[in-house]
């Protein structure tokens, strides 16, 4: 399958995403900041980047900007994952760089179907 690269510093979280992705298939890289996110972005190139957006170091929408302003990684589709359910906090996540929005808590169906959307593959 693909190679997905989880930023994301809640452990309960990051232990629900990573064990589902990998029952599915995929390699996961996990990052728990965002700078480290950024450097294991450039470092691992995964096919998708799932980005928590209030991180610590650097947040989530800076550790966004950061990546899609690299040409060799500006094609890496981010879904950002987000407490932020308000009104224009798509819209911001959007105009950070990410190429989707999930709100937490996260419903894994439809994030798995936005995957795959960005993946090419079934369920």
Not at 1 to 10: F, G, R, S, T, W
Not at 27 to 34: K, M, N, Q, R, W
Not at 110 to 117: G, N, R, V
Request: aromatic content about 4%; glycine content about 6%; charged content about 30%.
């Amino acid at each position: 399958m693909a190679k997905i690269l989880v930023v994301e510093d809640n452990e309960m979280n990051l232990d629900m995403l990573s064990r589902r992705l990998e029952r599915r298939g995929h390699e996961i890289v996990i990052a728990t900041d965002g700078a480290q996110g950024v450097d294991l972005a450039q470092r691992e190139r995964p096919a998708l980047i799932l980005m928590d957006m209030s991180l610590p170091v650097l947040d989530g929408w800076q550790a966004t900007r950061q990546i899609k302003a690299n040409p060799d990684l500006k094609h890496i589709p981010i879904i950002a994952l987000t407490a932020h359910a308000i009104a224009g906090d798509r819209e911001k996540c959007l105009a950070a760089g990410c190429d989707e929005y999930e709100s937490k808590p996260i419903k894994f169906p439809q994030l798995m179907e936005k995957i795959q959307m960005f993946l090419g593959t079934e369920a």
